[in-house]
T-cell receptor
Framework: GAVVSQHPSRVICKSGTSVKIECRSL??????MFWYRQFPKQSLMLMAT?????????EQGVEKDKFLINHASLTLSTLTVTSAHPEDSSFYIC?????????????FGDGTRLSIL | EDQVTQSPEALRLQEGESSSLNCSYT??????LFWYRQDPGKGPEFLFT???AGEEKEKERLKATLTKKESFLHITAPKPEDSATYLC????????????FGTGTRLQVFP
C-alpha cells in the first residue's frame, strides 16, 4: 500500500522550455503533497507543500512563479518548471500523505531527473 | 534552528558485520523521527517512525531506537542488498507536516 507514482522519470530538454511533472497517489487519497529537490550527494530540500484544493506554500527562496504547483484532486499534484534553465537541472521528488489519519509518514515517488541543455 | 546531522557520511561493511548509523537532531519540539532508505536514482522508501524517547522498532535486519537527542539505526548481519543511502528526517513542529532531512549515510555491504 501507499504507492506514489511520479512521471516522467527523466526529462531532457532545451533551455527556455517549460516542463510538467506529475505525482499521483495510486492507492490512497493524498490530502497533502510535497515537492522536493535533491542535488547529488545532498539531502532532500523541501520546495513547497500543497493541500488539495488550496494554493501551495513555498519554502523561503523558492520562486513561486518559476515552480508552479497544482493540487486539484486528492490523487494528483503537478509541478511545472517554467522557462527552465541549466541551473534548474536536478532530481525532483514528490511525496504524499493523508493527514486525516493522524501523523502518517510521507510516501515518496521515484523522482524525476530533469536535465536542461 | 532545527537541524539533523547524520554520521558517518559513508560506511563500508563486510557481509555479516553489524554496525549502527547515527542521527542527531536539534528541534524545538519533536513530533516524529523518520528513517527512510534511498536507492540510487529512486525516491526514499519509508522504514520507521519513532515518536518518543525509549521507543524501538524493528524490521528484518534493521532496528531503530530513539533518545531525546539522537536516533540509531542498527543493522544486524547486513547483506549486500542492504546497500543504500539511509536518510533520517524529523518533524519539528505540530503545526506542519514538513520534514527536515539529514544528508544521509551511504552504506555499502560487500560479500
Amino acid at each position: 500500500g501507499a504507492v506514489v507514482s511520479q512521471h516522467p522519470s527523466r526529462v531532457i530538454c532545451k533551455s527556455g522550455t517549460s516542463v510538467k511533472i506529475e505525482c499521483r497517489s495510486l492507492d490512497f487519497q493524498a490530502t497533502t503533497m510535497f515537492w522536493y529537490r535533491q542535488f547529488p550527494k545532498q539531502s532532500l530540500m523541501l520546495m513547497a507543500t500543497s493541500n488539495e484544493g488550496s494554493k501551495a506554500t513555498y519554502e523561503q527562496g523558492v520562486e513561486k512563479d518559476k515552480f508552479l504547483i497544482n493540487h486539484a484532486s486528492l490523487t494528483l499534484s503537478t509541478l511545472t518548471v517554467t522557462s527552465a534553465h541549466p541551473e534548474d537541472s536536478s532530481f525532483y521528488i514528490c511525496s504524499a500523505l493523508d493527514r486525516r489519519y493522524g501523523n502518517q509518514p510521507q510516501h515518496f515517488g521515484d523522482g524525476t531527473r530533469l536535465s536542461i541543455l | 534552528e532545527d537541524q539533523v546531522t547524520q554520521s558517518p557520511e559513508a560506511l563500508r561493511l563486510q557481509e555479516g558485520e553489524s554496525s549502527s548509523l547515527n542521527c542527531s537532531y536539534t528541534v524545538s519540539g519533536l513530533r516524529g523521527l523518520f528513517w527512510y532508505r534511498q536507492d540510487p536514482g529512486k525516491g526514499p522508501e519509508f522504514l520507521f517512525t519513532l515518536y518518543s524517547a525509549g521507543e524501538e522498532k524493528e524490521k528484518e535486519r534493521l532496528k531503530a531506537t530513539l533518545t531525546k537527542k539522537e536516533s540509531f539505526l542498527h543493522i544486524t548481519a547486513p547483506k549486500p542488498e542492504d546497500s543504500a543511502t539511509y536518510l533520517c528526517a524529523v518533524q519539528a513542529s505540530w503545526n506542519t507536516d514538513k520534514l527536515i532531512f539529514g544528508t544521509g549515510t551511504r552504506l555499502q555491504v560487500f560479500p
